[in-house]
Structures are given as C-alpha cells and as structure tokens.
T-cell receptor, first 114, second 114 residues
Framework: GDSVTQMEGPVTLSEEAFLTINCTYT??????LFWYVQYPGEGLQLLLK?????DKGSNKGFEATYRKETTSFHLEKGSVQVSDSAVYFC?????????????FGKGTHLIIQP | EAQVTQNPRYLITVTGKKLTVTCSQN?????MSWYRQDPGLGLRQIYY???????DKGDVPEGYKVSRKEKRNFPLILESPSPNQTSLYFC?????????????FGSGTRLTVV
C-alpha cells in the first residue's frame, strides 16, 4: 500500500536558518503530494501541494518540488522564523482519486529558536 | 467563515460509557473523514464518507461507528470506549474524494478514556 516517510524530529534551528524537511513516498503511478502544518493546539492546515511530476508547490516562503525519479517531496524554506515552529506532515493521495483519504507521514516537529 | 466544527474540544470519560463526538461543516462538502493522531504514529484514518448515507472503513475502524444522515454532519460514535482509544481526533472535509482539492480540518477533540 501507499506510504510516506519523513524525517523525525524534533528539528531545532536558529531563526533565519535554512530549512529542509525530507519526505519520500511509496505509491503506484502519480499520486498528489501535500504538506500540512499543525500549530500548537490547532488542526492541520494545507501548506502547499503538487499534483504532477516536476510541479513546485509554494506558500508563505515554503517550497517543495514533486520529484518522480526520486519519489520525493522535500520541504524547504530559505529563512525560518520563530512563528514557523509547528509540526509538519507530508501526505499523499493515491492516483485513483484518494477515495480512501490521505496517507500521512508521522510528522516532523520543528522548533525555531530566537 | 468556512469551517469544520468539532465538539467537544476536550473530553474525559470512563471505560464503557458511550460517547459521541460531533463534526459539522458549512462548505457543502461531499467528502468527510475522521482521523486519530497518536505520538509516533501520525494520523490514521478511522472512517470516511463520500456522500450522504455512504460510509466506509479506514485503516483503524475497530471500536468506532459513524453515520452520515445529513451532508453537513458526520458524528463519530464510541459505543464502549476503552483506554486504547485515548487520542487526539480530527474531522476533515473536502469538496470531493479527490484529495487534491485539499482537506479542511477541524480543531481536534482530545479524548481521554480512564
């Protein structure tokens, strides 16, 4: 079945550092890929998405590129802020339409220190 | 405001006492789903519904029931809760089963079964 693997945290960085959170997936065909963010005490919010190979999703300074050849969707940001501290989830929706929902990674807890 | 509303936000109950967690969305979404979030396991789908009167099991349905009598509501029922159902629960909805439209998540219900 489909699966998502992402680096486990916590990941601790200083403000203005460069961020990379790795995400790789296993799925047949061409799934849609997502990054969700969960701030403390809140539900998940869609951060960005990509629906076909070589697409780049971007939002709030975050970027991720759908790499079919390496089955990856790594999240990057050039200069993180304290307000970026949250849990980040990589997820996929199967090529068949995702009727059975999203498959999530286990989440990466990001801590940004001033 | 477009949203998914879950109630209650926090609940402590005793083993075996039936409970219902409500979920309501105001976006006329067809697809709704329940997830549980546990440390080290990420989010796992419990049940989903593609439309009124259409529900199906997710990855971890044991011990849960759902119903979809109206488009906007998708309650999660625990007939006889047990301590292993202590978790953080999220309801989500989407325009359709195609997840690339993005899911809207509720704020979560933290359930403790003692």
């Amino acid at each position: 079945g489909d699966s998502v693997t992402q680096m486990e945290g916590p990941v601790t960085l200083s403000e203005e550092a460069f961020l990379t959170i790795n995400c790789t997936y296993t799925a047949t065909g061409y799934p849609s890929l997502f990054w969700y963010v969960q701030y403390p005490g809140e539900g998940l919010q869609l951060l960005l998405k990509a629906t076909k190979a070589d697409d780049k999703g971007s939002n709030k300074g975050f970027e991720a590129t759908y790499r079919k050849e390496t089955t990856s969707f790594h999240l990057e940001k050039g200069s993180v802020q304290v307000s970026d501290s949250a849990v980040y989830f990589c997820a996929l929706s199967g090529e068949g339409g995702g009727a059975d929902g999203l498959t999530f990674g286990k989440g990466t807890h990001l801590i940004i220190q001033p | 405001e477009a949203q998914v509303t879950q109630n209650p936000r926090y609940l402590i109950t005793v083993t075996g006492k039936k409970l219902t967690v409500t979920c309501s969305q105001n976006m006329n979404h067809e697809y709704m789903s329940w997830y549980r979030q546990d440390p080290g396991l990420g989010l796992r789908q419990i049940y989903y519904s593609m439309n009124v009167e259409v529900t199906d099991k997710g990855d971890v349905p044991e011990g849960y029931k759902v119903s979809r009598k109206e488009k906007r509501n998708f309650p999660l029922i625990l007939e006889s809760p047990s301590p292993n159902q202590t978790s953080l629960y999220f309801c989500a909805s989407s325009l359709s089963a195609r997840a690339y439209y993005g899911y809207t998540f509720g704020s979560g219900t933290r359930l403790t079964v003692v």
